[in-house]
């Protein structure tokens, strides 16, 4: 059960609709595009797994009335802070089914305080295993009151291969050097929402720091601030390039053409395009508020981690690695290593592990063998 399709989890369901003995169906209950630009007729229509899109039907039992039609072994929540997650664990209670919580949320991450919080902590006790996206999300959920022994850790992930494969095929065409050429000397690349979460003005005072003949900044993504960051990259003086939104597709290209991967959140659950840099084999200079950076980057050796509001030493590492193209090469080379652990296969084998662990006292499911309805 989750709010919508993504590109990236749509590799983890393929894998796991394709494991033996698994029925899955995939439930989606929202269309909100506010925050995304993705295809999103495409992502459904391209999809290789079962899927029904309750934002189709109307009535506040769609829900229940679903996964009654299914009638699974194991439903796996993707959240807790909307009414179809919480109707979803309702139905799990009452027709005696087995729940997990799909986790990324990190105490880093987390706001609300007082009644909410008693809700959420309410929530997340009455499931019967989880899966969190890497230590973060665990160190939560443990916090709320979740069982060591209960907790799978499915780190979040893309779409490994293609990113990689995709990145290199371009680096052999003219395409390629035209861009590089573009973006030269050193470039820099930020990706994500133009807004201020992101920390673009914590990694613009870094920049100022710096010899601005030295590097440029390509930017890609959209947002409510652009005009504003665009004006700042200006006054400041630094080459900016604000390429706007890129769809899947287009990604591995500016990854590929760039030389290192800046990611200053102020708040991040996770953060997916650390992935897809590492992926790539950029090295990244990651956020200490983002959840991929305790799991995925190794400080020193595939990156670095920082705090973001610490602009004297996001400077001072930036620097080293516009200085330095053996070190960016180094510690990209490592990254990409490192990240091929974290596929789409393995979140896959995390999320049936955790349905198997739910369902076991209840005989109901065993490894490599029976049936097993998610």
Request: aromatic content about 10%; glycine content about 8%; charged content about 25%.
């Amino acid at each position: 059960m989750t709010n919508t399709l993504t590109p990236y989890r749509n590799p983890v369901f393929s894998r796991l609709s394709a494991r033996p003995g698994v029925d899955l169906m995939v439930f989606t209950f929202s269309e909100d595009q506010a925050h995304r630009r993705w295809p999103l007729n495409a992502l459904y229509e391209g999809r290789t797994f079962p899927c029904q899109r309750l934002s189709e039907t109307s009535g506040r039992l769609r829900v229940w009335r679903a996964l009654s039609s299914f009638h699974p072994d194991v439903v796996v929540i993707g959240g807790y802070d909307a009414a179809e997650f919480q109707q979803a664990l309702l139905y799990c209670k009452l027709q005696k089914k087995q729940a997990i919580l799909w986790s990324g949320t990190t105490l880093r991450s987390v706001r609300r305080r007082g009644l909410g919080r008693l809700a959420r902590n309410a929530f997340i006790r009455l499931m019967d295993a989880y899966v969190a996206y890497g230590r973060m999300a665990r160190e939560f959920l443990l916090e709320n009151g979740a069982s060591a022994e209960s907790i799978i850790t499915g780190y979040n992930t893309v779409d490994v291969s293609y990113f990689s494969s995709h990145a290199d095929s371009f680096r052999s065409t003219r395409e390629y050097e035209q861009l590089r050429s573009r973006f030269a000397p050193v470039s820099l690349l930020f990706a994500g929402r133009l807004i201020e979460g992101k920390g673009f003005h914590q990694m613009m005072s870094a920049l100022e720091r710096l010899d601005r003949s030295r590097f440029t900044l390509v930017v890609l993504g959209d947002g409510p601030l652009r005009a504003e960051f665009e004006s700042e990259a200006k006054i400041k003086g630094i080459k900016a390039f604000f390429e706007g939104f890129r769809d899947t597709e287009e990604l591995p290209a500016y990854y590929a053409a760039c030389d290192v991967f800046v990611f200053p959140t102020l708040s991040d659950v996770w953060g997916l395009v650390v992935n897809e840099a590492m992926a790539c084999g950029l090295p990244v200079v990651s956020s200490t508020e983002a959840g991929v950076s305790y799991d995925l980057v190794e400080d020193g050796q595939s990156g670095w981690v920082v705090n973001p509001r610490d602009t004297a030493r996001l400077a001072a590492v930036l620097a080293e690695l516009i200085a330095d193209e053996k070190l960016r090469k180094r510690l990209g080379d490592a990254g990409a290593r490192t990240v091929r652990k974290f596929t789409s296969d393995s979140l896959a084998d995390a999320i049936l592990r955790a349905a198997t662990r739910a369902n076991s006292s209840r005989h109901l499911m065993q490894p490599n063998c029976g049936s097993c309805g998610i």
